[in-house]
């Protein structure tokens, strides 16, 4: 007997024999169909009765035009999803998901999660992660060249917390789903080079802007499900009250600045989470040269996806003051470093999802500075805690199905603050991006017909 799969269901419930229809259907952008870099792209998704979306099988689509006719542009290592430096989901005005720096925060993902054979595969192929060197692999990506273009896709499970829950999601609200992807700008994702001389090759550089790259060919592709009103209204049946609820990871952002030849830091997070579930964070450059005194050129470096160690020691995670479940700081050498995210992403005990660089993945979590003229696109480290107590059954942001409830840490009356501590001294100045997980329900009122963050 055929049953209703229970990816429709926080937990299993038996049905008879389902009547579905399955489509994809194809959206595009309400205000624009070709736009430079810096524009928002703003979907709606509209409400449809009885009928689910599968993010897992549901995509954006994209095409990118180098317009430069002297320039090239090189995506950095997460590739072209990393152009993208904000993602907000609303529904009815009440904002249900909003990724903030999603360029820093896709390249930290694709460190921890991606293999080298994914990264140079269908990676590289949907979504331009494979750069020409090999040697490259895990710093930079694929280089659209002077005046051609290449169309690029992305499930959507890694724009939203909602789409990331693991389940079908109801279209069936009385309002839509707005959906709006704002493109950095020209210098946001990836890193331009120029051919001569140095003064050529200068005022090449300089002439670039936000329409040097065109956005255009947006397309929303989205895996639907259409039950009878049968079975639709079983499923509603089989939770409390009609509410569906979704179990989902909210990412938040907390941005601060260490600042030069420091021996400790402590960072105040202000996290205000029922359940925060893990904290991830990076360092990015803000000086590079042999002196550490050169300022980052955001046209021609990858300034937002080379991570630096800046001689980090340890760090600690404290909670009102006191170590959450590390009782001793966390040791800052690679080793432990890439131990922890392995545990983080559910990988630890596997032969799989290891840190990946072409040349050396010690090397990417062993950069203390950037010493050269041009940034080296290294970023292996990133320091992860996980924090649910039940790590077994975790799952990760790369893997939404393998995720369930499990239980973090309070902090809604706590003081959250991350503490630091460095070798002799820290490097130069850097910006510290933290990137909070915590435990969102999202539930959608079977009354009002509308989603509602519920925690």
């Not at 998704?45 to 095409?63: H, Y």
């Not at 069936?172 to 990836?190: A, E, H, K, M, V």
Request: charged share 15%; net charge negative; glycine share 8%.
């Amino acid at each position: 007997m055929s049953v209703l799969p229970d990816r429709f269901l926080n937990k299993k419930h038996p049905h008879s024999a389902a009547n579905a229809t399955s489509y994809v259907s194809r959206q595009v952008p309400l205000n624009v169909q070709k736009a430079p870099a810096s524009t928002t792209i703003n979907f709606r998704i509209g409400t449809q009765p009885n009928t689910f979306v599968d993010p897992s099988a549901s995509f954006l689509r994209w095409k990118v035009t180098n317009k430069s006719t002297t320039c090239d542009f090189t995506l950095g290592s997460a590739g072209a999803p990393a152009l993208f430096e904000t993602i907000n989901l609303l529904n009815s005005g009440s904002q249900l998901s909003h990724y903030q720096n999603y360029g820093v925060f896709r390249s930290m993902k694709n460190c921890v999660n991606a293999t080298a054979d994914w990264t140079n595969g269908p990676g590289a192929i949907m979504q331009g992660t494979g750069p020409a060197l090999s040697d490259n692999v895990g710093r930079s990506g694929e280089t659209i060249v002077r005046n051609t273009n290449r169309v690029f896709v992305d499930p959507i499970c890694n724009h939203t917390s909602l789409f990331n829950c693991g389940k079908m999601i109801s279209l069936d609200t009385i309002d839509n789903l707005d959906l709006r992807y704002t493109i950095g700008d020209y210098t946001y994702g990836g890193s331009w080079s120029a051919d001569g001389d140095a003064a050529a090759q200068a005022a090449a550089l300089t002439a670039l802007g936000d329409s040097a790259l065109e956005f255009s060919d947006f397309e929303l592709c989205l895996a639907c499900v259409q039950l009878d009103s049968g079975t639709a209204s079983q499923l509603r049946a089989a939770h409390p009250e009609g509410n569906i609820c979704y179990e989902c990871r909210g990412i938040g952002r907390v941005a601060s600045t260490i600042p030069a030849g420091v021996s400790a830091h402590n960072v105040n997070l202000g996290l205000g989470y029922s359940s925060l579930m893990a904290l991830n964070a990076v360092q990015l450059p803000l000086k590079k040269g042999a002196a550490q005194t050169d300022s980052i050129a955001r046209v021609s470096d990858h300034n937002n996806s080379t991570f630096v160690k800046n001689f980090l020691t340890k760090h600690i995670f404290l909670l009102d003051g006191a170590p959450v479940e590390n009782l001793r700081h966390i040791k800052g050498d690679p080793a432990e470093i890439a131990a922890f995210q392995q545990i983080a992403t559910g990988n630890f005990h596997k032969f799989s999802g290891a840190v990946i660089d072409g040349s050396s993945s010690l090397a990417a979590l062993s950069n203390d500075t950037e010493s050269l003229d041009v940034l080296s696109g290294k970023k292996g480290y990133v320091l992860s805690q996980e924090l649910c107590i039940y790590k077994q059954k975790a799952g990760h942001w790369a893997d939404s199905e393998m995720s369930v409830m499990c239980e973090g840490r309070g902090t809604l009356a706590s003081s959250t603050q991350l503490n630091l501590e460095f070798g002799q001294s820290s490097g130069a100045e850097v910006q510290l991006e933290v990137f909070p997980e915590y435990r969102q329900l999202i539930v959608l009122d079977n009354n009002t017909k509308t989603y509602r963050v519920s925690q």
